[in-house]
């Protein structure tokens, strides 16, 4: 790629994320996504972007990822990062400065307000799917790798934000993490022991055994906590459709909390406690698949009828974990754009 190519590809990019951020126009947004897409294809003729630091596919570009912020109050949506590689399920650090989003089997931090991604150094663990939680304080993170030791299992472990050695956390695999607790104690992930369906389980940081909190035939998933530390927010189709449900946080008192016609996924409740995101599908979507249109519903913790905040397309990949902002008034997700 030309400098010249490289240099007219950032500007498009910078000056989007600011448009995006003050409120694009519909006819302004397909313009600027147009450019976008024009110069990804006509600058690279088999790779993606020679500049991105993220991996690099062999292939021509098929998707374009979009790492975006939402506000809650507004709806308005802000585009931080686009790139033609694929990346998923950002995590917002609580000092609120930085994004951390797993693309390609590593974790990549980026600055709130844009920029270039930057490798996190994990070690061995480079297989790392897109459950990943930072504890409670950003020192740490929690991820789940894909083991070669382990016949390519997904197991969690937990590496210094600043880099080093893994250090495993979960015995056995499948285990896919979704939430670390308020007091930094505990993980809460799921995981399936008998190969049959998946249910809640939580284990200490700093050893001790897994212990089992559902014990349903439904497949149960997305387990975070409340901020107070009290409950476990999750989801289950044992009502029949994917629905939200809260338990106490030793898995007693499981309450429904959803009862409409969407399939609802991955609740994660804001810190200050008073609102739930969740990823809403389709009722006749089977799973949590990727490139599907989707929804991005906010609903109250303490009760009350979920309302839309935006669509989109993504899926998997969009909200699988925490990514609140510290002030709860915005949480970051992912959406995708087909080329083909």
């Known amino acids: 790629m030309s400098n010249n190519t490289a240099t007219i590809i950032m500007t498009i990019k910078s000056y989007a994320m600011i448009r995006v951020g003050k409120g694009l126009t519909g006819n302004l947004r397909v313009i600027i996504n147009s450019l976008l897409l024009l110069l990804f294809l006509f600058s690279l003729p088999a790779t993606v972007n020679s500049e991105s630091s993220l991996p690099v596919s062999s292939e021509r570009p098929v998707i374009i990822s979009y790492l975006e912020i939402i506000d809650i109050e507004t709806g308005e949506r802000e585009v931080v990062y686009a790139d033609s590689s694929h990346f998923e399920a950002p995590n917002w650090s609580p000092d609120g400065e930085t ?3 797993n693309s390609g089997g590593y974790i990549y931090s980026i600055p709130v307000e844009g920029g270039e991604p930057a490798k996190l150094d994990t070690g061995f663990a480079n297989r790392n799917n897109n459950d990943h939680v930072l504890s409670p304080g950003g020192t740490h993170m929690a991820i789940s790798h894909h083991s070669a030791d382990d016949g390519g299992t997904s197991i969690i472990y937990i590496v210094n934000i600043n880099g080093g050695e893994p250090i495993r956390i979960t015995e056995k695999g499948p285990s896919y993490l979704h939430g670390w607790s308020p007091d930094g104690m505990e993980l809460a992930y799921v995981a399936n022991r008998d190969g049959k369906q998946y249910d809640v389980y939580v284990i200490p940081v700093k050893e001790g055994p897994e212990v089992q909190l559902t014990f ?10 409340s901020p107070c530390g009290k409950y476990i927010w999750f989801n289950s189709d044992r009502s029949g459709i994917m629905q939200i449900w809260r338990m106490d946080r030793d898995g007693s008192n499981p309450v429904q909390k959803t009862f409409d ?7 994660h409740p804001s810190p200050d406690g008073k609102h739930i995101a969740i990823l809403s599908y389709d009722k006749g979507v089977d799973g949590h698949p990727a490139n599907k249109d989707v929804w991005l519903r906010l609903m109250p913790a ?30 970051a997700f992912v959406s995708y754009k087909l080329l083909d």
């Open 261 to 267: 016609e969407y399939n609802d996924w991955f609740p």
């Open 302 to 331: 303490d009760g009350g009828e979920p309302v839309i905040l935006t669509e989109l397309f993504g899926g998997q990949g969009t909200i699988n974990v925490p990514s609140w902002a510290p002030d709860s008034k915005r949480f």
């Open 216 to 225: 349903t035939d439904a497949h149960e998933d997305g387990p975070d906590y």
């Open 99 to 101: 994004l951390y989003f």
